[in-house]
């Protein structure tokens, strides 16, 4: 079967540091993709990793290990604007589609 | 910058009756897919296509829905006959490169929200 999971939600403050985790299951392993869903809007492309390290981008940093079955997202340096969901997902087969989990919802407090 | 477009952004419909979804992919992109994400849910996949036909379809993606690529810009959803539970906010998205191992980036439009009454 295919599982993906990450905590429902996470409270974290302005200027801090916040890491979102991710682990997962499934048939097959071709790269996962993190996604920045704010509320009634689509998905926006944050991160890819496909091999295990790190990739840093900017303020945000994602982390793979695919022997663990584990992914990380890191913000940095925390505005209030990056208050969304997060959503992690992971292409299962060269077949393209995204398996998604159900998104992390990030609260930024002042 | 190119982006994937979708119309209308809100239909509102009668159980029973037809619906079509409409999206315009990035013009150079080879793969599109619909997903769709029911409020407070996950995102789901539907179908994918490619060459003008389908790729691969989930379990939902039942007799009730169809795809269709009818002219060189338009990506269509169509529910035949809608039922309440296919109340929903549908994404379309595409990708340029040719599917493989390497990174390519899905963009997704920005939704249709469908409500079935």
């Known amino acids: 079967g295919q599982n993906i999971d990450q905590p429902t939600e996470m409270t974290a403050t302005e200027g801090a540091i916040v890491q979102i985790n991710c682990t997962y299951q499934?048939?097959?392993?071709?790269?996962l993709f993190w996604y920045q869903q704010h509320a009634g809007e689509a998905p926006t492309f944050l991160s890819y990793?496909?091999?295990?390290g790190l990739e840093e981008k900017g303020r945000f940093s994602s982390f793979l290990s695919r022997s663990k079955g584990y992914s990380y997202l890191l913000l940095k340096e925390l505005q209030m604007k990056d208050s969304a969901s997060y959503l992690c997902?992971?292409?299962?087969?060269?077949?393209?589609?995204?398996?998604f989990g159900q998104g992390t919802e990030l609260s930024v407090k002042p | 910058e190119p982006e994937v477009t979708q119309t209308p952004s809100h239909q509102v419909t009668q159980m029973g009756q037809e619906v079509i979804l409409r999206c315009v992919p990035i013009?150079?992109?080879?793969?599109f897919y619909w997903y769709r994400q029911i409020l407070g849910q996950k995102v789901e996949f539907l179908v994918s296509?490619?060459?003008?036909?389908?790729?691969?379809k989930s379990e939902i993606f039942d007799d009730q829905f169809s795809v269709e690529r009818p002219d060189g810009s338009n990506f269509t959803l169509k529910i035949r006959s809608t039922k309440l539970e296919d109340s929903a906010m549908y994404f379309c998205?595409?990708?340029?490169?040719?599917?493989?191992?390497?990174?390519?980036?899905?963009?997704f439009g920005p939704g249709t929200r469908l409500t079935v009454l």
């Open positions: 998205a595409s990708t340029e490169e040719r599917i493989g191992p390497g990174f390519n980036e899905q963009f």
């Open positions: 499934t048939s097959g392993f071709n790269g």
């Open positions: 990793n496909v091999l295990d």
């Open positions: 997902a992971v292409r299962g087969d060269q077949g393209g589609k995204l398996i």
């Open positions: 013009s150079n992109h080879l793969y």
């Open positions: 296509f490619y060459n003008n036909e389908i790729s691969e």
